[in-house]
């Protein structure tokens, strides 16, 4: 026994009203749905954070490459003097 159903959509929500007299006091009934875009914009936000965190796991990863290149590098100029090192004492006891 409805005696009244009114619907309205602003684009993004939606809402029926169903009214009923056949109770004492009357019944209302309000339905409101919404178009979904909090949900979009959820999943955008949620794709954004990964994306962000990939680059900044890819950023450190970039880093550490280049901290080991430089401390290899150290590495091989220090074995490099050593070596000059020995050479040079080698060539002073042979010019005694």
Known sequence: MVDRVVERTDGTTSE????TSSAPAGTTVIERRGSGAGLLIGLAVLILVVVGALYLVNQ??????KTDAVTDAAKSVGDAAKDVGGAAKDAA???E
């Not at 029926?16 to 009214?19: L, N, P």
Request: proline letters at 0%; zero cysteines.
């Open 16 to 19: 029926r009203v169903t009214e």
């Open 60 to 65: 450190n990863s970039r880093e550490n490459i």
């Open 93 to 95: 006891k042979k010019v």
